[in-house]
């Protein structure tokens, strides 16, 4: 790394803030010890307390925002060139600069920006589906499932990179739909003009409903149909399939479904763990612990989505499994996601942590004929 490269560059960082112009900056090639952090992307704001920079982490499946006064900004930014990003590229009124790890030279431009961006921090926020959407009022959700499809919506469009036009998903066990149609809605908004989106739900009550508000707002290529998730039989293959808060081992039949029908992405909120409850024997170490009933109970769900995650793994997806939403807004917040990218994992790990709970049957494992007890 040239150490001048780097020194011109934060000086003109630091004279863009000092004569307000700058407009934004972004840091790349993320190589720190984050394994989910892609980018960090920075902004001039003004809050109540004065001017600020907002600092906007990308994750993976996530963004998290934090703002930061011109000293402790320019500290951390100093920090993140350092050592934790390859790249940077900073924008101005006056020009932009382009920084790569181990040039001995900036690349520079002309500016891309004739005034800077409005400060402002309470700007309306800019929801990746509307609220006054014709579907989501004929839904009548409630502001915590608002929340959740906004959320959902966030996680899918950092997941889906898929190069065509007719995107296929299936949501299993969908309910009244809510992530059906705002899996719809931005797919249709965002490149997707063909994306077909299929929602199966075992009540037919729901089913109908859901159907009638799809037609009402003329929402052609979304579409539902009453199965149980276990029988149901796709026609096509699969892109996409979601499953959230499919009860129990539903969740297994759902990733089943998915695995078999070729999908790309998996994405998965479990529900009800009760499946391996009655067979979960406490190792030595846990013996007094998982005495308590509760604490039995936390680790079958720590047993059964860890093992939902090392079979997926083993199928050829990359996993991660985290809380999608706080729990104030619903206890069941616990999501896997999963991306096929062809290189499976071995089996022996997902073998050894059913042996360590004494764990003979799972139904997603028999689902991918898999035999856990040797």
Known sequence: ???????????????????????????????????????????PVRLKAGERLQFVCRYTTRDVTKNFSAREALRRIAAHLDKDFGSAHLFTTELTAQWKRGSRRLILGAAQHATPPDPAHDRPKQRLIAENSGWLRALEAKPDKVRQIQKFVEILSHLIELPKPSLRIVDMGCGKGYLTFAAYDWLRQNGWPAAAVTGIERRLDLVEQSERIARQFNLTGLHFQAADIERYVPTEGIDVLVALHACDTATDDAIAKGIQAGAKVIIVAPCCHKELAPQLRAPPVLAGALRHGILHEREAEFATDALRAGLLEWQGYETKVFEFVATEHTAKNLMITAVKHGRPASVVS?????????????RLAERLGLRLAT
């Open 350 to 362: 997902a073998k050894n942590l059913a042996a360590f709970y004494g764990i003979r049957n799972q």
């Open 1 to 43: 790394m040239s150490a001048n490269a780097t020194e011109r560059f934060f000086n003109l960082l630091s004279e863009s803030l000092a004569r307000h112009t700058m407009a934004k900056l972004t840091l790349g090639a993320y190589r720190g010890r984050e394994n989910s952090l892609e980018n960090v992307f920075v902004r």
